[in-house]
């Protein structure tokens, strides 16, 4: 790959095409070309050694594996170095090591390690790699890709309605036939009359994609769609990982939807089960097979396909003990013989089911077999997602992650006491109600703009009639699974359980993540108590994380398609979330609480900002945005349902809300959602947002297209730019559409201040307005501009760019007087001061401005948002107030939250040290 240059020295052809203005061309730069970075002679700080830890006490434990994202600083290494890892002894251990981004200049900026073990902290540094004693191997021929770890191998089928024909353990099978299940019910009716009719579709492959071959860590790709006869639905991806030496792998497993649901109508596509299915062969005697459900915490049940404990007369209690801990039993001639001669009387229990179908109960019960009654065996809140069935000889561990908190889940075990059982992971629960994704009125006679405007000045909804569909939304779940040389102990169980409901993860320090200047140089800071002031900020963003994890618990904001966001604003008359009332309702990414989240985690390394960062990325980026049809690459704006309103927006498919979780993590499906957004541009054919209120026929032109400079654009270049330092498929058009619309942006007559520019979707260039103009939002900067101007100020030298946003940032918080004196008309009536005060902190530090260092504070502690004289505690509620007790916070808004967090973050980094 050709090095990418520091400076922007291009020329306006090698961008195709030039914009004028007085008949100059604009960007008449010649191309150069930096070199390779090399390494520096003097290393800087945070190039080597870096010391990596997980985010949560335990290590890897009984998970085959971790992968965590590692920031350079600029220069520190070139393209080619190496790197190794050692543990708190000095002993080496595996890593495999790839580049996940580079600075313009060549040099790496993020790169991805795998171990494959390890307990405590592990240093990484610049070497070579060990090597793993049992390394992961990959090969292919004819329809089969097989992937040994040392210990299992998989083979996965390219072809056909089987994803891995087997998991093999040494010599013995342990799982086969591994595949997806949909279950589709064509017919909703209401009433005690309903008629339930099942169809099921099998997942079928249509792609395999070998994506990393080891030796540390290799990665599977499937791709297909569910399949009865000619008919299909919901498109998937599958990833599966395997790690060296590991005897489990991972599944990353996400579908999207495609089917029809129409508000008003009793048919459609209504899901009624999502699973993923193996058979176990089992060779051992029916009591020397074993059941186990994992229940609340560490808990589980541990059974026998035929029990001998409790009964009538005792086999004796070595035989029982040895039966409940799963290890084989003596021979039956050895036991009291009034139990052995009478075995066969014994009931043997085939199928097992422990359904969650909310966040607060699952059941348990079980049955000999098919046709016969089902016994309930227990139950509890809240299952940990693990399960095994198997024998002495071996079997199948498995588990779902989030169980319960995107319920509705179950998992099944049936025929155990045949010669092979069946196990389904259900992501969704065939128990539960049929997945409902109608629209949830019925338009209330907004037919026409005008009356769906009145309807967004009263709800807060834009509604429009066929805009509130579920089609191309989707949903990424991840499983483990387990091959066991026999039934795990109980120490092992618990282990493995705790791997489903916390996957381990490996985690750079918050001082490596400053120090290589990621995310906007200088926005964020760790943690710093040592001023009143400064301690008084810290708490109030401990109060603030602490309320919204609370309020994910106490008002139940979990579920399928639910988990992972939280609400937009709260009625105070009714002690609730405005769950109910149009745009008030779930979130959607609006004012960022999903960068709030991330620069939280950043600056401080805490496992719990990161797990609901985390949770919000996988659910923003695939919930809210569309994957498939007209709008794919678009979101959707906050309201009672997550495909609801109407104004259908690049700005919720944001790639900036994605980067943090993909880098740190080297998540793959993360880095599809990000890649999928790099012709994003292309969406503003699709929809024309201005549609309600124009006046004029319209139909885009693909030449001049109207893309404004803040929301808009914050959202098309994070994609550009992340897959140019990604260095993907399209990164040489994705680094010519960053340089040309950051020149063309700086070349308007007023800058960002002019609002908005014909965009040229050939070129990737605004036109040059011959004419000022002031078009300024109050939601322009609260996508995640600053934060990507502040990362595009410092990784190209382009001083007119810098100097239009600084103006911008000079001018937002600026009194009217000021602004008409430098524009010739002043802003309008804006709001959101407190949130736009980051932009003064940083245009304060990049011109060295004291007077707007000043302002920056004032603005922060004295205009809207929230005050130091808040109440900054929570007020109790319970019934009959509330539905259940809790707490609430009345002043509290989710739009506020998001702007102060960010505001007090990157303040504190800026101008900690100038606080009045």
Known sequence: ??????????????????????????????????????????????????????????????????????????????????????????????????????????????????????????????????????????????????????????????????????????????????RLVVLRQPEIEDGDRATVRTERFDGTVSGVTVEQDGPVRAVVRVDGTHRKGRDTLLPFSVRLYFYAGAESFRMVHTITYDGKQEPGRDR???????????????????????????????????????????????????????????????????????????????????????????????????????????????????????????????????????????????????????????????????????????????????????????????????????????????????????????????????ARARAVRVLPQLAAPPSQLITAGVFGKGLFAEPDRSTPAKAKIEDHLDFLFTYYKDQVEQRRWYGFWDYGDIMHTYDTVRHQWRYDVGGYAWDNSELSPDLWLWYAYLRSGRADIFRFAEAMTRHTGEVDVYHLGAWAGLGTRHGVQHYADSAKQQRIANTTYRRFHYFLTADERTGDLMHANVDSDETFLALDPLRKIRTEPYTPDPGALSIGFGTDWSGLVSAWLTEWERKGPKWQKARARVLSTMETIAAQPNGFVQGSGLYDLATGRFAVAGTPKVEVSHLSAVFGLNELCAELVDLVDMPEFEEAYLDYCRYFNATKAEQTARYGTHFGSLVLFQGHSRLDAYAAVRTGDEELAKRAWAKFYDSDGYKESAPWETEKVSGPTALVAGSEAPWISTNDTALYGLAAIENLALLGDRMP
């Open 1 to 178: 790959m050709s090095p990418i240059p520091r400076r922007t020295l291009i020329k306006a052809a090698a961008v195709a095409g030039a914009a004028t203005q007085a008949g100059r061309p604009l960007g008449e730069r010649e191309a150069a070309a930096a070199p390779a970075a090399a390494a520096p002679a003097t290393a800087p700080a945070g190039a080597d050694p870096v010391t990596l830890d997980w985010l949560e006490e335990g290590g890897l434990g009984a998970a085959p594996g971790s992968t965590v994202g590692v920031p350079w600083p600029r220069g520190a290494h070139p393209q080619d170095r190496t790197f190794a890892v050692t543990d708190a002894d000095g002993d080496d251990v595996p890593v495999q090591t790839w580049p996940l981004a580079y600075w313009p200049d060549g040099s790496l900026k993020w790169t991805a390690h795998a171990v494959s073990s390890g307990t405590g902290r592990l240093t990484l540094k610049t070497g070579t790699p060990a090597a793993p004693g049992k390394k992961v191997t990959v090969t292919r021929r004819g329809a089969t890709v097989t992937v040994s770890t040392g210990v299992i191998t998989a083979r996965i089928a390219t072809t056909g309605d089987t994803l891995v024909r087997s998991v093999t353990r040494g010599s013995t099978e342990i799982a086969h036939d591994g």
């Open 268 to 494: 459609g596509d209504f899901l009624r089960g999502i699973g993923v299915r193996f058979s176990v062969p089992l060779r051992d005697a029916t009591y020397d097979r074993h059941i186990r459900l994992g229940g609340e915490g560490d808990g589980m049940l541990r059974e026998a396909v035929k029990g001998i404990t409790g009964l009538r007369r005792d086999p004796g209690i070595a035989v029982q003990q040895a039966q409940f801990e799963g290890r084989k039993l003596p021979d039956p001639t050895t036991w009291d013989q009034r139990v052995t001669s009478r075995l066969q009387y014994i009931p043997e229990w085939g199928d097992h089911t422990l359904s969650q179908l909310s966040a607060d109960g699952f059941t348990v019960r079980k049955r000999t077999k098919k046709g016969h009654g089902w016994i309930g065996a227990g139950g509890g809140r809240r299952a940990s997602g693990f399960g095994y069935v198997g024998g002495v000889s071996g079997g199948l561990s498995f588990g779902l992650r989030d169980f319960w908190e995107k319920h509705p889940a179950q998992l099944d075990v049936r025929d155990a006491h045949t010669d092979t059982a069946e196990v389904t992971l259900w992501l969704w629960s065939p128990e539960a109600q049929p997945m409902d994704l109608r629209f949830y009125h019925d338009g209330m006679g907004q037919d026409t703009f005008p009356e769906q405007l009145e309807g967004l000045d009263i709800t807060y909804e834009d509604h429009e009639p066929g805009f509130g569909t579920p089609y191309g939304i989707a949903r990424t779940s991840e499983l483990l699974f387990w091959a066991e040389a026999a039934t795990p102990d109980a120490d092992r169980l618990a």
